[in-house]
C-alpha cells in the first residue's frame, strides 16, 4: 500500500539521528507515498475497506514507531489531485497547526480536495479562506454577528425543539419497543439551527419559500453529494465484498456532478435569501460584503459547520452518556435538577457554572468522538515539527495533517485510560488543567475564536447547545438505554 512505500528513511533504517533540537534527535519523516496514483489508492483502498479508520493510522504509527509520517491523505488520484500529508498523531506536533505564523489554511480543510465552487455559489466560503486574506476578516466578523444575534433564541427554541423529539421518542418506545433516534434529533437540530439564526422555522409552511417537512433531505441532497469522496460508505459487513467495489467506483473515485444536486441547492439557496434580508443588510452595510457572498457563507456556515457538526456529536452525547453506569446518570440529574432550581427547572445561560460534571461529560465526547476529526495546514515556511520524541524537518509547502481522535487520545497527556470514556475526567482542579487539551474547533476547548484565527466561529455555540441536550435529557430522565443505534429506554425520575 501507498504509505509503506516509496522513499526510505532513516528513521526505519535505524540510522540514528544527526543532531537535537530543544532535546529531541533530528529524525527523517517516516511513510512515504507509493508509485504515483497506485501508491494513493492503496491508501484510500486501506483507509476505507481492508483496515478502516482509526487501525489505519494506529498501524502506520506503529510500524513507524512514530506519530509523525508521510501518506496519502483520501481522496486522491485518479479522480482528484493527489494529496501527500505529513501526518500529525499526537498532541505537542499538532500544535503547529494552530500556529497562523507557520500553517497556510488556504483552500485546505479537507487537504488538497476542494469541491467544485458551484456548491457554493462561486464562492469560497470563510473555512476555506486563509487569515492572511481579508475575505476571511470580514466574513467571520459577519458570523460572529449574526452568532451574537442568535443568544436570545438559543435556550427557548432549543427547549421547544428537543421536547418535541423526546414525545417522539416516546411514542415510539411504547409502539415499537425500540427505535433510531438519530433521525429524529438530526431534524430537530436543523430547524433549530435555522430558526436560531434566521428566526424562521423552514418547515413551517406559512414561511416563504419555506422547505417543507423535507427540510432535512433538501439540504443534505445539496451537502452530502460535495463531501461524499470522504465519507465511509455505509455497507453492512456481510455485503462489503459485494458492494465495496461499486461504492468504492461511486463515491470515492471521482467527484459528483454539482447538475445533479443544482435542483435541491436552488431551493435552499431561495429559502435563505427570502429570509435572511435582516442578516444581509448587515452583512452589506457594516462589513461591506457582497449579499450574494454574504448569503452563501450564511447558509454553509448554518447547514454545514453548525448543522453538520451538531448531527455528528449529538448521536455521539446520547450513546456515550448511556453506556454510563446508573448511579453516574442519577448522579448527573441530580446536579442538573439543583442547578435548575432557582431558575423553576428551566435551564439557563447561568446554570452551566454549577454543573461541573456536566460540563465534564460533554468535553468527554468532544475528546473522543469530536465532530470535526481531521485539520490540515500547508507549511508557510522550512518548519522542525517537534512530536513528544523527536523533531521532524518539513519543507516549505508541504500539507500537514492530524486526526484529532486519536490526537485526543494521546497516553501522554491523558495518563489515566485514555481510551475509555471517563465523564468524571475534567472534573476538579486537576481536570480542568486538561481541558486545554480538548481540540475539536481548530483550537483549544479553553481559546477564543477570532477574526484573525481559526478556530470555529460556532465553537461556543455547539459547546452551549451540547451541553443543554445532556441537561434536557436529565430533566426529564433518570436514565438512558442505548443499544447500538437503538434507543431501547428512557427512565422517569424515581422522584
Known sequence: MGSTQGQPSKAEGDAGPSTTVNGLPIR????????????????????????????????????????????NMIPGPPGFPKNPVVMLLDQKSHKVLLDNDKVEKRDCITGTFVP????????????????????????????????????????????????????????????????????????????????????????????????????????????????????????????????????ELVMHTFPVPFLLVKPKYDQVVKFFRANSKEQLDLAETQFG?????????????????????IQILFPNIIKRLASTSPEFQRELREEVRKATGESGGLITPAS?????????????????????PSQFGRAREDLIVESHDAAFRVKKGEMLACYLPVIGRDPKIFTSDPQDYNPKRFVGEEGQKLVQYVLWSNGPQTGSPTTTNKQCAGKDFLTTVAQLLVAEVYLRYERIQVDGDNLVALSPPSV
Request: glycine letters at 6%.
Open 352 to 372: 452551566f457554572s454549577s454543573m461541573p460534571l456536566l460540563q465534564s461529560a460533554v468535553y468527554e465526547v468532544l475528546r473522543m468522538d469530536p465532530p470535526v
Open 28 to 71: 527523517e519523516i517516516p511513510g512515504g507515498y507509493g508509485i504515483p496514483v497506485l501508491g494513493a489508492v492503496g491508501d484510500r483502498l486501506a483507509y476505507f475497506w481492508t483496515e478502516g479508520i482509526p487501525n489505519f493510522y494506529e498501524n502506520r504509527r506503529k510500524k513507524f514507531n512514530s506519530t509523525v509520517f508521510r501518506m
Open 289 to 309: 460584503l457582497n449579499r450574494d457572498e454574504a448569503l452563501q457563507n450564511l447558509m454553509f456556515t448554518t447547514c454545514f459547520n453548525s448543522w453538520g457538526g
Open 116 to 247: 467544485d465552487l458551484q456548491y457554493f455559489g462561486g464562492y469560497r466560503p470563510t473555512v476555506y479562506l486563509d487569515t492572511s486574506e481579508e475575505k476571511h476578516t470580514l466574513l467571520k466578523g459577519f458570523l460572529f454577528e449574526v452568532l451574537k444575534a442568535s443568544r436570545p433564541r438559543i435556550f427557548p427554541e432549543f427547549r421547544k425543539s428537543v421536547s418535541e423529539v423526546f414525545d417522539a421518542w416516546e411514542a415510539g418506545l411504547k409502539k415499537e419497543g425500540k427505535i433510531k433516534f438519530k433521525d429524529e434529533l438530526a431534524i430537530a437540530a436543523l430547524r433549530f439551527n435555522i430558526k436560531a439564526f434566521l428566526n424562521v422555522d423552514p418547515a413551517d409552511p406559512t414561511v416563504e419559500a419555506n422547505l417543507g417537512k423535507g427540510v432535512k433531505s433538501t439540504v443534505m441532497t445539496w451537502l452530502a453529494p460535495m463531501f461524499l469522496p470522504i465519507a465511509p460508505a455505509p455497507i453492512p459487513r456481510l455485503l462489503k465484498p459485494v458492494l465495496a467495489p461499486v461504492a
